[in-house]
């Protein structure tokens, strides 16, 4: 902390408007913030800021903010006081504790978990203590699919670095949605570095690309089979490597041989010629890097076989721990904030290997099977940083669902369509408003950054911070043990203890953050896989009943698989969450300077497509799918892949991409909703 004038001072903290954690420098005058500026110390942004974070106090000062905790009446939403409120819901919960059981409550934390360790670490304890195993995240729509298909073949989950030699970019458009990674490219395309765009749109990059494959969404794991074919046939791979390292290669020179070029050609309307040229290309540069789309394959119903067939590429071309390419890397160990419960969360009978490997368990639920459990299985539903009316598949089945509880809390800064439905609404203080601890892994050489989230201005109004909340309920249903700490200070110090950072240090000494660990690119003498190994043929996956080798798997809703009726009804290809640069999922949409950049959401669509079906830029259209219908204007740009509807998530009403998705309509392994290719039917209204 630098202080400059007598009332003013410059705090370095991190920015959480997405999941990168930016560093950045607060100007605080009297008790407000005033400015902030990106932090130049900081490897993942070096002093830059995207637009959402230099917002972000038009975000924390916003007029929308809720102040103070508001319950559901006839009359619609009243503010009661935090007593009444916490000493209500309380009360309700303990009642339906004690009448159906706890696990009757859920949990939900949005992406901002990923981003606020300490709010997802304390809503995890908190449903543990009271007895519950179901808490749901984003982590069942996005991200986690590619953490556990990496363990699954590497018992470790290696990362891409940030500076590579040929950056793949498959289905992930970095100037939308990775701010440090667009910084990366650019440093790195200057000295040399090559760069391969694997997407259905011509993303802004495509234009500084080597080789841009348009690819038919959901066909991912066709091709990434096919390149395997191309270095298995022609003995490109890394023998060497593939040897000491890994097993299950000979059985996948076998299972490979169908899947040529040409059979993946027909899939993915990739020309054959252009899926060996990459293949070839991947073979012979160490250094190369398959940047999967942070949520794109997760999406799709062959996500984890593709995303395993991207492991089994990076082994057999050496392309494991090497510079620029995919690096085993520290992750620093945090206290143990979260809980053991009995019982298994919701979905892990149908979808197992989402939730135990090798008996190593994640906390996490299938949120898919939300809808179809309430009211039988749950009944009380408490959201914690996330919009799942809007973020998570099927709309319309969240909210028969929501509206079948018998509580629903959600914990949020604004007024959103889920608090809009919620018993109660308790009003949350930002990032500037509370403490915490921020990381991130991909950094310089995969080494893990660590910063202390500092407290730079009081909550405003009556908004409380998770550890505040948590920790009054805890008190008043009998949890109070478990949440032992008597300040947010105090917790924090708790989860940095086992990282050999403190609290006073990343205060005091390093308040720009740390590295955390030690840069290794040798390959460890064995992994903690069952066999030591890479496993590229898993008995893992053959246990769950899944294929334990990559396979390729039709979208259940394509042109290639549905029945004719569907197809003839719903004759286009539909995919949804393309980032939006201006915005974070549905947030700050009320921003002024943001929403004067993306002022309403486009479907995009190609030419040939807008003259088929009769419309032109700018038109207002209806978006239908077997699901529900959305309405709003076309974009029409030669850049996108004809036949295909792209359409932005993140809005609200009806405008809300999810009421075109399918909570039953999921990948067949952990359970992930499909909402990258479907069929849908575009219309002009009007
Ligand atoms: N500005 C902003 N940044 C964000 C977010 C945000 O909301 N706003 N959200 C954050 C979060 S939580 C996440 S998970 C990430 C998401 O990050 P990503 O999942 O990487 O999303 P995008 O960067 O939009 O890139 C997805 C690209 O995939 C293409 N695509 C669509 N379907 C397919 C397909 O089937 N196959 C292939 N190969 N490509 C396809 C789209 O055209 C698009 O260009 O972004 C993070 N960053
Ligand atoms: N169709 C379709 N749907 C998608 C996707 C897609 O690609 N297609 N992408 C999916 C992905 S990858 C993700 S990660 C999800 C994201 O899903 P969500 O996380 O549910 O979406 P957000 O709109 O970011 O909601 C975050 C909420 O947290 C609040 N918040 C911010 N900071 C704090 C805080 O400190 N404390 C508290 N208590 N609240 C806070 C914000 O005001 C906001 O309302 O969306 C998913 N939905
Ligand atoms: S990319 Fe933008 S919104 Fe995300 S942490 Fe960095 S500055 Fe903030
Ligand atoms: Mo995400």
Request: charged fraction near 25%.
């Amino acid at each position: 902390m630098r202080h400059t004038a007598a009332h003013t001072r410059v705090v370095y903290t991190d920015c959480t408007l997405c999941y990168h954690s930016c560093g950045c420098k607060v100007t605080v005058e009297n008790g407000r913030a005033v400015a902030v500026e990106g932090l130049e110390s900081h490897p993942l942004n070096r002093g830059r800021l995207c637009p959402r974070g230099e917002a972000v106090l038009e975000n924390v000062y916003h007029p929308d903010r809720i102040l103070t905790p508001l319950k559901r009446t006839n009359g619609g939403l009243q503010e009661i006081s935090w007593e009444q409120a916490l000493d209500e819901i309380a009360a309700r919960l303990d009642r339906l504790r004690r009448e159906f059981g706890p696990e009757v409550l859920a949990m939900f934390s949005g992406s901002i978990g990923v981003e606020n360790l300490e709010m997802a670490g304390l809503a995890q304890r908190f449903k543990a203590a009271f007895g519950s195993p179901n808490f749901f995240s984003v982590e069942s729509v996005c991200y986690r699919m590619r953490i556990r298909a990496r363990q699954i073949t590497f018992g470790k989950y290696p990362t891409e670095e940030l500076d590579s030699e040929l950056y793949i970019l498959w289905g992930h458009n970095p100037d939308a949605s990775d701010f440090p990674l667009k910084l990366a490219i650019d440093r790195n395309l200057d000295r040399g570095a090559k760069l391969v765009i694997i997407d259905p749109r011509r993303i802004p990059l495509a234009d500084r690309a080597d080789l841009y494959l348009r690819i038919r969404p959901g066909s991912d794991a066709a091709m990434a089979l096919a390149m395997i074919h191309e270095i298995v046939a022609n003995e490109l791979y890394d023998r060497r490597f593939v040897e000491a390292f890994a097993i299950g290669f000979d059985r996948l020179v076998e299972h490979v041989r169908p899947f040529t070029p040409e059979w993946a050609e027909e899939i993915t309307w990739v020309p054959a010629a252009k899926i060996r040229e990459l293949a070839r290309w991947m073979a012979r540069t160490k250094g190369a890097s398959i940047y999967q789309g942070t949520c794109t394959q997760d999406q799709t119903a062959a996500g984890v076989q593709a995303s395993r067939a991207f492991s089994v590429l990076q082994v057999i071309t050496g392309n494991i721990n090497v510079p620029g390419g995919w690096v085993i890397s520290p992750r620093p160990r945090f206290g143990n904030v979260g809980l053991g419960v009995s019982g298994d969360p919701l979905g892990s009978d149908e979808y197992p290997l989402f939730v135990d490997l090798w008996g190593r368990r994640s906390p996490y639920g299938v949120v898919t099977k939300v809808p179809e459990a309430v009211p039988d299985r749950l009944k009380a539903f408490y959201v914690v940083g996330g919009n799942p009316l809007v973020s998570m598949p099927d709309s319309n089945a969240f909210r028969e669902a929501f509206r079948r509880l018998d509580l629903l809390v959600v914990h949020d800064l604004f007024l959103t369509e889920t608090a809009r439905e919620a018993h109660y609404v308790l009003p949350a203080c930002s990032h500037l408003e509370k403490w915490g601890v921020a990381y991130t892994y991909n950094v310089c050489h995969c080494l893990p950054y660590m910063m202390l989230r500092k407290k730079c201005i009081e909550p405003l109004g009556g908004s409380r911070s998770e550890w505040w909340v948590f920790t009054q309920l805890a008190r008043r249903l009998g949890l109070e043990e478990h949440f032992p700490w008597r300040t947010e200070e105090e917790f924090v110090r708790f989860e940095l203890e086992p990282t050999g950072l403190t609290f006073d240090e990343l205060l005091h000494e390093k308040p720009e953050g740390a590295f955390y660990g030690e840069k290794r690119y040798e390959m460890p003498p064995s992994l903690p896989t069952p066999s030591g190994k890479i496993e590229i043929y898993s008995e893992a996956m053959a246990r769950a009943g899944a294929d334990p080798l990559p396979v390729y798997l039709e979208p259940e809703r394509s042109p290639l698989s549905a029945p004719s009726e569907l197809r003839q009804r719903y004759p286009l290809i539909l995919t949804t969450g393309h980032r939006d640069y201006y915005y974070t999922h549905s947030q700050f949409r009320g921003i002024k300077p943001l929403q004067a950049h993306s002022p309403e959401p486009h479907a995009e669509i190609g030419p040939e497509t807008a003259a088929r079906w009769a419309l032109r830029d700018g038109d207002l259209a209806e978006i239908e799918t077997d699901r529900g219908r959305v309405r709003m204007r076309v974009r029409v740009d030669p850049r996108v892949a004809e036949g295909v509807v792209f359409v932005p998530h993140g809005w609200e009403g009806e405008q809300n991409a999810n009421l075109l998705t399918d909570a039953r309509c999921r990948e067949p392994i952990f359970g992930y909703p499909q909402m990258k290719a479907l069929l849908c039917a575009v219309r002009k209204v009007g």
